[in-house]
């Protein structure tokens, strides 16, 4: 079975104590941003879509890649053409209690893009800024009705673990925005990985089964595959945060399908101009068995 548990603590560990020689940089082009560590690709950021006819399919991480190359998600498999590699999103996005968008299946929502940034560290890691703007688009004019700032640190790879660390705030532009899970309570980040149906989840100590529903677990999750002939030879470490507070709720799937850390449930969580829905996750990609 997965060692994910303890091979998690000791990345951790070697993170936050190695010290790093290689150097973040990004590759920008006409529809993405791509960054690496020492030449290597590590993730890809989409800034535009690349299909007319789906002008919400933008803003996400597709490729990631694990240290060797091996890219660890997919975009628009056939099972769930709106799954898309890591992303939030949500089924509903409420404007004074009425639903008029679906985040999470790419309907009546778009973003725009409107800056990006990136600023290197002399620790070689490099934090990948963007302004994105959300915008309606399910009534007979379009309406901008959040601001989101979304930070994507990358650090150098510390004996062949790799650290990402994902910041993001939402700030209305409209009155009565709200997001909410659902009747599934889906919605939160979503992750679709290769091979889903051959994953493994760990939480703590113990190796969770797949749900019908949102499950509680604890502030991380462990995704690996099954040592099998052509399967990814990494392990995925992945915690999140909401308000500050760690998110412990999870949709988990053994078929093919994505992962979900669950936030708010199928309750909707209004977000103020005051008080902008502030978002974060950590990713840790690593061997499944951890250099020495």
């Known amino acids: 079975m997965s ?41 890809t950021f989409r800034t535009r879509t690349l299909d007319p006819a789906q002008p919400g399919r933008l803003a996400y991480i597709h490729p990631l890649q694990a240290p060797d190359g091996t890219i660890l998600t997919e975009d628009q498999p056939a099972d769930h053409p709106s799954q898309r590699g890591l992303y939030w999103a949500w089924p509903q996005v409420l404007l004074n209690g009425q639903a008029v968008a679906d985040s999470w299946n790419l309907k009546g929502i778009t973003w725009f893009v409107r800056a990006t940034h990136f600023q290197g560290a002399a620790d070689g890691s490099g934090a990948l800024s963007f302004d994105i703007d959300w915008i309606i688009s399910s009534r007979p004019e379009l309406i901008y009705v959040a601001s989101e700032t979304t930070r994507i640190t990358v650090h150098p790879l510390v004996r062949g673990a790799r650290r990402i660390e994902i910041d993001t705030v939402v700030t209305p532009r409209a009155d009565g925005l709200a997001v909410s899970g659902g009747e599934k309570g889906e919605g939160g980040l979503a992750l679709r990985l290769v091979r889903p149906d051959r994953l493994v989840f760990n939480s703590g100590k113990a190796t969770l089964t797949a749900a019908p529903g949102p499950l509680t677990a604890g502030p991380a999750m462990g995704f690996t595959w099954l040592a099998e002939t052509g399967a990814p030879a990494y392990a995925i470490g992945l915690a999140c945060k909401a308000q500050g507070h760690t998110i412990d709720q999870w949709i988990l799937r053994h078929e093919l399908s994505g992962q979900n850390c669950a936030f708010p449930g199928a309750k909707a969580y209004a977000i103020t101009r005051d008080q902008p829905l502030h978002l974060q996750a950590t990713l840790v990609i690593q061997p499944r068995s951890p250099a020495k």
């Open 3 to 43: 060692r994910l548990p303890a091979v998690l603590v000791t990345a951790l560990t070697l993170l936050a104590s190695g010290a790093a020689q290689a150097r973040v940089e990004i590759k920008p082009g006409p529809d993405q941003v791509a960054v690496t560590d020492d030449g290597k690709p590590v993730l």
